[in-house]
C-alpha cells in the first residue's frame, strides 16, 4: 500500500455535532500531518506527530483535538465547530525525520476530507 | 520569521510555451524545497524537488533550481502542455522540535491556452 487514505472523504456537520477524520497510512512513516486547506489558499499546517507523540500544535483552537493511537492512524475530532472552520482538510505523512543535516522529509497527502459545518 | 513568497500569483502561457514559478524563502535553516501540483478538488502531488545541498534537477519537461545565497529557488516547466493547468505550490522545509515542518508558498494559478 503506497497511498495515504482518508475518510470521510465529505463531511457536513452542524456546530453541535461530534465528529471525527480518519487518516491511515501503511507505507510504515513515523510522522504525520493534519492540513487545512481553504479554497485558492495554500495547506496550512495544524499539527504534527512524530512517533505518535504530538511534536507541533500551530495553535490551533481547542475544538480540534488531534490523536494518533498508532504509527498507521491519525485521527482529528471535531467539536463545536464554526462554519469558517468549513475547508479540505489534508492528512499527510513522512517517512523521513531529523537524524542530521541531510535529511529530507517528502510529504505524501491524502485526498482530503471536504468538511462543511452549517 | 517563516515565509514563502511566490510569483506570480496567476499565469497563463500558450500551448508549447515554457513556464516560471519563482519562490524566496526566509529561514535559512531551510533544507529541501518540494513543488507540489494541486488539480481543482484533489490532493497536492508532488512533482519535484531539491535539496540544499544541489543547484539544479531536472525531470522530463520540469525543472528546479535553487540559489541558496539569495534564497531564491524556482519552477521551470518547458513544452506546457493544457494538462499543466492546475494551481501550483511551493514549499520550504524547515527543521523543527526534532521533526520537520513545510511553509507553503500562496501559490500560482497556470493556464495553458490551447
Known amino acids: 500500500d503506497t497511498e495515504v487514505t482518508q475518510t470521510p472523504k465529505h463531511l457536513v456537520m452542524g456546530m453541535t455535532n461530534k465528529k471525527s477524520l480518519k487518516c491511515e497510512q501503511h507505507?510504515?512513516?513515523?510522522?504525520m500531518y493534519w492540513y487545512k486547506q481553504k479554497a485558492k489558499k495554500p495547506p496550512e499546517l495544524m499539527f504534527v506527530?512524530?512517533?505518535?507523540?504530538?511534536?507541533i500544535n500551530e495553535s490551533v483552537p481547542s475544538r480540534f483535538s488531534p490523536e494518533c493511537p498508532n504509527s498507521s492512524l491519525l485521527n482529528l475530532h471535531l467539536h463545536a465547530l464554526q462554519p469558517e472552520d468549513s475547508a479540505l482538510y489534508l492528512c499527510?505523512?513522512?517517512?523521513?525525520?531529523?537524524?542530521?543535516?541531510?535529511?529530507?522529509?517528502?510529504?505524501?497527502f491524502g485526498p482530503g476530507t471536504r468538511l462543511t459545518v452549517l | 520569521g517563516e515565509n514563502v513568497e511566490q510569483h506570480p500569483s496567476t499565469l497563463s502561457v500558450q500551448e508549447g510555451d515554457s513556464a516560471v514559478i519563482k519562490c524566496t524563502y526566509s529561514d535559512s535553516a531551510s533544507n529541501y524545497f518540494p513543488w507540489y501540483k494541486q488539480e481543482l478538488g484533489k490532493r497536492p502531488q508532488l512533482i519535484i524537488d531539491i535539496r540544499s545541498n544541489v543547484g539544479e534537477k531536472k525531470d522530463q519537461r520540469i525543472a528546479v533550481t535553487l540559489n541558496k545565497t539569495a534564497k531564491h529557488f524556482s519552477l521551470h516547466i518547458t513544452e506546457t502542455q493544457p494538462e499543466d493547468s492546475a494551481v501550483y505550490f511551493c514549499a520550504a522545509s524547515i527543521p523543527t522540535s526534532g521533526t520537520y515542518k513545510y511553509i507553503f508558498g500562496t501559490g500560482t494559478r497556470l493556464k495553458v491556452l490551447a
Open positions: 506527530y512524530s512517533y505518535e507523540k504530538l511534536s
Open positions: 499527510a505523512s513522512s517517512p523521513r525525520l531529523m537524524a542530521g543535516a541531510y535529511t529530507y522529509n517528502e510529504q505524501f
Open positions: 507505507m510504515g512513516h513515523r510522522a
